[in-house]
């Protein structure tokens, strides 16, 4: 680990520019269409600005991040982003599958074990199609950049707040996955195959056998003996991660704009990320109005009596019914600061495009950065 473990604990309020300068892990969530990944770059370009070694990865099957950085596809390597900074910035975008063929090929005896476990078809489904394979796939790859990646900081964007969830309790589900009876029971090397296994393992076996086929049986049986002496590392790593997600040092950001359902998904995770004993850290409001005057300076204006009819009082009329506009965005996600307090809350404003290049990142950066908290 780099000196980014020095930052702010997970139960304590952060600044985004000490999520930026000091935090060593930055899980950005948050619903999908809210600029989640943008924000995530943005952290990450801003570290790379201060000087730091920064990642950014996405466990979004969708190109947005790519997109952002400006460059044409990414890898499930570090990527470098090269641009006028003194520290490094480097991305990537998840491949579970690709992911879960290192991991295997990390925890195996010999290069034979490693073969078995690959060309196993219930593996090759198990990387394809099972719910939940993704996220603990970000989980390891998450394990992988802090720990032997050597940057300062990883900054994930993760799915949907909802699969989110998902990637946060990866590691618990994993480890009890993992110590269950019947997985320990067709884990255990025996001659006597199932013979020998327990009545509970022996009825799910004949129950699946009946249902699925027996070729089905006999390749998960075969999946899970090729494990052998393989959980334990599983298991370490999946405990390693749960330490690394409520460690100081790890900020949670959660990124939300002034929609009904944005705001809804925001106050759920928020609430679900307490129940976990993970405080959010940060909230950035994204695509807010802008709110051109006070209502002082608006008052003033009345005050001075424009002519009506005339094309002062036409924008005079349109900065009104900006700042109505503004102000009932403030009302809607009033509860969502409430229940995040005291998270410093920051607004990134509505541009005039969308960001598609390295451009578009850095003036979401230098609004982000460029502000304080309120």
Same mark, same amino acid.
């Given at each position: 680990m780099t000196d980014g473990t020095a930052g702010t604990a997970t139960t304590g *309020?952060?600044?985004?520019?000490?999520?930026?300068?000091?935090?060593?892990? !930055?899980?950005?969530?948050?619903?999908?269409?809210v600029g989640k990944t943008?924000?995530?770059? *943005?952290?990450? $370009?801003e570290a790379a600005r201060r000087g730091r070694r920064a990642c950014v990865v996405t466990i979004d099957p969708a190109r947005r991040l790519a997109n952002s950085l400006g460059v044409g596809d990414l890898s499930n390597r570090p990527t470098r982003i090269e641009g006028p900074w003194p520290? +490094?910035? &480097? *991305?990537? %975008?998840?491949?579970?599958? @690709?992911?879960?063929?290192?991991? !295997?090929?990390?925890?195996a005896d010999s290069d034979q074990q490693a073969e078995d476990i690959r060309v196993n078809r219930i593996y090759r489904n198990l990387t394809g199609t099972l719910? @939940?394979? &993704?996220?603990? %796939? *970000? %989980?390891?790859? $998450? &394990?992988?950049? !802090?720990? +032997?990646?050597?940057?300062?900081? !990883?900054?994930?964007?993760t799915p949907p707040s909802r699969s989110a969830l998902d990637f946060l309790d990866a590691p618990r589900r994993l480890t009890h996955f993992l110590e269950n009876r019947i997985f320990q029971a067709l884990m255990r090397p025996t001659r006597a195959g199932l013979r020998v296994m327990g009545l509970a393992a022996q009825a799910l076996l004949r129950t699946l056998a009946k249902v699925a086929g027996t070729d089905i049986v006999t390749d998960a049986v075969a999946f899970f003996q090729a494990f052998e002496g393989m959980e334990e590392g599983f298991r370490q790593r999946a405990?390693?991660?749960?330490? $690394? $997600?409520?460690?100081?040092g790890t900020a949670f950001v959660l990124v939300a704009s002034p929609r009904p359902d944005s705001i809804d998904e925001a106050v759920h995770f928020a609430d679900k990320l307490a129940e976990s004993h993970m405080a959010t850290s940060a909230l950035v409001l994204n695509r807010v109005q802008p709110r051109f005057a006070s209502d002082e300076q608006l008052a003033a204006l009345d005050a001075a009596g424009v002519p009506s009819g005339t094309d002062l009082a036409v924008l005079v009329e349109n900065l009104r019914g900006f700042t109505l506009a503004s102000d009932r965005e403030e009302l809607a996600y009033a509860d969502l600061v409430a229940?995040?307090? =005291?998270?410093?809350?920051?607004?990134? =404003?509505?541009?005039?495009t969308d960001v598609h290049d390295l451009q578009g990142l850095v003036a979401v950066a230098d609004a982000l950065f460029g502000q304080a908290a309120g």
């Open positions: *309020a952060t600044s985004i520019d000490q999520v930026a300068a000091e935090c060593s892990v !930055v899980i950005c969530c948050g619903s999908g269409g943008t924000t995530s770059a *943005a952290i990450a $370009l520290g +490094e910035l &480097h *991305a990537l %975008m998840l491949d579970p599958k @690709g992911t879960f063929d290192d991991l !295997v090929a990390r925890y719910s @939940g394979t &993704h996220e603990y %796939m *970000a %989980m390891e790859k $998450l &394990h992988e950049l !802090v720990e +032997e990646g050597g940057f300062d900081v !990883v900054v994930v964007d405990a390693r991660v749960r330490e $690394l $997600l409520v460690q100081p229940k995040v307090a =005291p998270a410093p809350v920051h607004r990134v =404003p509505l541009l005039t």
